[in-house]
């Protein structure tokens, strides 16, 4: 009678063990589904917005030629975007900690397509800068509330891939813009490169609203209006008194009205915005971040990078002026700089945990230079033009990616990290804005267009100079290991107590 007891007891007690395995199982495979869903449309978004800042180099000489205008009107095609790109980030990122994700996503990728719209339909080019200007605010949110979305729905065992995944996008956003566009421009005009985004959003929204969560963060804090709105200010006011400069009559052009009263408004501004920035709850550049000197040099570092993959925007034109080749078949010529970016961004990566960031820096910031030196002085030929733009990429890839990043993570206390990233973030913006502006008036104040852009060039070459002497005030190897073991330890004993 015993016997028989325990197997009816132990079927008992065991069946409901494998009824609760198997629910967990389901749902796990069920969460895993709902997730995946969500980081393809989250993908999806962020690569339509990345693919714009691609794009857009292989139609500016057929932009300048529909429109009639000058390389200093032109580079407003790119500065726009970026400017308002900048202000978007932070933006639509506390919009959605207000109103919910899903909300701000879906705005964002609406205003990216209407944006879109008002380009592929310009009739003149003030009307195409307020498209682009619309484009640079949506885009400039999509990017931070995919990541934001990440952080409410994966869990922190998969996060780090999660956001690895919607960063790649990026690179492949640079590798195959260069060829569609190319093929886009060939085929059917420089107005089906923006009427693309237009089916591309109707997905996205439409899945997004079906998929994404609509969370938002239960802790609120005030939104640093006075420091955006200064810093927005400041920035246009900077990018339009060095966009009016003549580099040819430089001291001539430096007394005139539309040079020095927006520079001397900058630099009215600059401490206000400090001050400002100290005040804020929650401000947009934190500058403590800013206090160690490592700090400061990585800050520049990245305005400089900036500053370089910015000018590479405008290579198809002065490839159309130096070479003679097509609009269509000028895009192509950013392919040697996307490649030799996507073989150097793992390798410098490898290299910065075995040399430090200083060795890995330098060598890039000396290539960068070496490249634009080249670009500038021998591009008269298309072998030329390919080997500046792979030492080019490859000087990037030191750059752009992790070295710069690296150092911010090691100068900063782990609650501080999310927020030096996206100081990184903001002067590499800066960067690239001052990018647009400065070619635009260094090739606008030549009297043709090849030397024009080959002085541009050459300009660029000379701020990577500088970069290389502020390479070289970096931390050693060793004092980097120093910092970053100061900074563990600080954080264990903020653990334990």
């Not at 006011?237 to 060095?242: D, K, M, T, V």
């Not at 007394?255 to 401000?283: G, H, K, Q």
């Not at 490839?319 to 010529?333: C, D, M, N, P």
């Amino acid at each position: 009678m015993t016997i028989r007891v325990k197997p009816a007891t132990l079927d008992f007690t065991y069946r409901p063990v494998g009824n609760s395995i198997n629910r967990e199982i389901r749902m796990s495979i069920t969460d895993n589904r709902k997730r995946n869903r969500i980081l393809t449309v989250l993908f999806i978004g962020v690569l339509m917005g990345a693919l714009d800042i691609a794009i857009v180099a292989p139609a500016l000489p057929a932009l300048q030629a529909g429109f009639g205008v000058g390389d200093r009107i032109l580079a407003w095609t790119f500065t726009i975007y970026v400017l308002f790109n900048l202000i978007g980030t932070p933006l639509m990122a506390k919009l959605s900690d207000r109103t919910g994700r899903r909300t701000i996503y879906v705005l964002d990728v609406a205003l990216f397509a209407a944006g879109s719209l008002v380009v592929a339909l310009s009739s003149n080019f003030a009307v195409l800068l307020i498209g682009r200007a619309m484009q640079g605010l949506g885009a400039g949110g999509i990017f931070p509330v995919a990541s934001a979305v990440i952080g409410d729905t994966f869990p922190p065992e998969k996060r780090g891939s999660a956001l690895g995944l919607i960063g790649a996008v990026f690179g492949l956003a640079f590798l195959i813009g260069p060829i569609l566009g190319g093929v886009l421009l060939g085929l059917f005009g420089w107005r089906s490169l923006f009427l693309i985004n237009l089916p591309i959003a109707v997905i996205v929204i439409v899945l997004a609203l079906a998929t994404l969560p609509s969370t938002r963060p239960t802790e609120r804090r005030p939104f640093d209006w006075i420091g955006m709105t200064v810093l927005g200010v400041l920035l246009a006011s900077l990018a339009f008194g060095i966009n009016q400069l003549d580099t040819t009559n430089f001291g001539a052009s430096l007394v005139s009205r539309n040079v020095w009263a927006p520079l001397l408004l900058t630099i009215i501004l600059i401490p206000v915005f400090v001050a400002a920035e100290r005040r804020a709850a929650d401000p947009v550049l934190r500058l403590s971040i800013l206090g160690p000197r490592q700090a400061k040099l990585a800050a520049a570092l990245s305005a400089g990078a900036g500053l370089g993959e910015a000018g590479m925007v405008f290579m198809p034109q002065l490839a159309v002026a130096a070479l003679g080749l097509g609009r269509s078949q000028a895009s192509y010529i950013l392919m040697p700089v996307v490649l030799a970016m996507a073989f150097g961004s793992p390798m410098s990566g490898r290299f910065l945990d075995k040399l430090g960031s200083k060795v890995v820096v330098f060598v890039g910031t000396t290539l960068l230079t070496l490249g634009m030196i080249l670009l500038g002085l021998f591009n008269s030929s298309l072998g030329m033009f390919i080997v500046s733009g792979v030492v080019i990429g490859l000087g990037l890839s030191a750059l752009l990616g992790a070295p710069i990043r690296y150092i911010m993570l090691n100068e900063t206390a782990t609650a501080d990290r999310a927020a030096a990233q996206g100081v990184t973030s903001l002067f590499t913006s800066t960067g690239q804005l001052l990018s647009g502006v400065l070619v635009g008036a260094v090739a606008a104040s030549q009297g043709s267009r090849v030397a024009g852009y080959s002085a541009a060039f050459l300009v660029i070459g000379a701020v990577s100079f500088v970069l290389i002497l502020l390479s070289l005030a970096l931390k050693s190897r060793a004092a980097e290991v120093a910092t970053m073991q100061r900074i563990q330890d600080v954080a264990s004993v903020g653990l334990q107590s």
